[in-house]
T-cell receptor
Framework: KQEVTQIPAALSVPEGENLVLNCSFT??????LQWFRQDPGKGLTSLLL?????REQTSGRLNASLDKSSGRSTLYIAASQPGDSATYLC????????????FGQGTRLTINP | DAGITQSPRHKVTETGTPVTLRCHQT?????MYWYRQDPGHGLRLIHY???????DKGEVSDGYSVSRSKTEDFLLTLESATSSQTSVYFC???????????FGQGTRLTVV
């Protein structure tokens, strides 16, 4: 059974810092890994999708990497801003059986002005 | 934003009553999913659909049923609501099961 872990559960940093969020998964047989952002009381917003054949994806100040063999992904946020404060979730779609997202518990990020 | 609408957005219901949540999409995506989100448990899959009339169970399907009679609509029914089903419910869609997934804004359900 695929398990996804995100550490730390919460992170607080001053504005302007570069930071890294971590995601690990137990089964490397995946189609893709997706990073989401969730603001309080809101739905999930897709940030980046990395296919299993890719090593990284970039969107603006965000860069996500994938090391499938070691079961790890990182989300790098450059020059953090207070508006980046949210919960960040990673999820994987496995190749065995049903094609569904399995989520980590998320990292709650606070950027202090 | 992907065209996903969940209704209702908020609902309070009594224990033992039936409840139906609706997810409507305008993207013509084949896959649709229902998740619930609870503190300490994260997002867990309830049921999903991979086409009209094609549905399957997720990890927390007990007490829930689904139907998909049209590509654009996926209904989640709680046959007899219980307090343990108090949660935030999210609908998601993807074009195929291994492509980018998009989520609705959620339905907050309270069972009293």
């Amino acid at each position: 059974k695929q398990e996804v872990t995100q550490i730390p559960a919460a992170l607080s940093v001053p504005e302007g810092e570069n930071l890294v969020l971590n995601c690990s998964f137990t089964d490397s047989a995946i189609y893709n890994l997706q990073w989401f952002r969730q603001d309080p009381g809101k739905g999930l917003t897709s940030l980046l999708l990395i296919q299993s054949s890719q090593r990284e994806q970039t969107s603006g100040r965000l860069n996500a990497s994938l090391d499938k063999s070691s079961g790890r992904s990182t989300l790098y946020i450059a020059a953090s801003q207070p508006g980046d404060s949210a919960t960040y979730l990673c999820a994987v779609v496995g190749t065995g059986g049903a094609q569904k997202l399995v989520f980590g518990q998320g990292t709650r990020l606070t950027i202090n002005p | 934003d992907a065209g996903i609408t969940q209704s209702p957005r908020h609902k309070v219901t009594e224990t033992g009553t039936p409840v139906t949540l609706r997810c409507h999409q305008t993207e013509n995506h084949r896959y649709m999913y229902w998740y619930r989100q609870d503190p300490g448990h994260g997002l867990r899959l309830i049921h999903y659909s991979y086409g009209v009339k094609d549905t399957d169970k997720g990890e927390v399907s007990d007490g829930y049923s689904v139907s998909r009679s049209k590509t654009e609509d996926f209904l989640l029914t709680l046959e007899s609501a219980t307090s343990s089903q108090t949660s935030v419910y999210f609908c998601a869609i993807s074009q195929t099961g291994d492509t980018e997934a998009f989520f609705g804004q959620g339905t907050r359900l309270t069972v009293v």
